[in-house]
């Protein structure tokens, strides 16, 4: 194979985990066929097996891809806030909202593969991929969350019950979505976590 045709194969695979990141977190896995994640990337699904070797395999490697996005968001409010407190906030803000609720394909993948996590086998791609990946957000929440007064333990505690406030939050907002219920779940947690109260749009 050429220097070319492996850059473009190189190219498909990376066309075809970015089309089934988005549709696991839409759909989840049990409602995806191989015929589906071929098409959202524009491909036929004869060409599958010349990038994985099964849809399990796609789809721990989609689901490690969703937590990359995830984490490359927690380091960009973190860099480009003054401080962590202001962090913290920022994230607060954007995970507890409307808009992050309505768009479960580009959101959190610690809630929405939460439950396909939670039936697949110990040892397959999915679960290690997001045991992996909930690891890497707790530590990069422990950065927001530390401080100089604080040991690492301390850091790491809070960082666990932020995450797990957030993603139930957002769990039970995405449930019982086109209620006025919703919107007061989301409201609810982000004044519960944050501290005080934040008024916004419902």
Known sequence: MGRASRADAAKHREE??????????????????????MAAAGFTHGGFYKHFRSKEELVGVAAATAFDEL???LTRILDESPDRPQARAELLRRYLSPEHR??????????????????????????????AGVEGVVERLAEYDGAPE????EARRRAIVDLAAMVGALTLARATEQSALS??????????VAGQPEPRAR
């Open 150 to 153: 604080q040991g690492d333990a």
């Open 16 to 37: 075809v985990v970015a089309a089934t990141s988005r549709l696991l977190r839409e759909r989840g896995s049990a409602r995806m066929s191989v015929q589906d994640l």
């Open 102 to 131: 309505d768009s479960p394909g580009i959101g959190c993948p610690a809630t929405a593969l939460a439950g396909d996590a939670a039936r697949a086998p110990a040892g397959s791609p999915l679960r290690k991929s997001y045991v």
């Open 71 to 73: 984490l490359t968001m």
């Open 183 to 192: 919107g007061e779940i989301l409201q609810v947690v982000h004044d519960a």
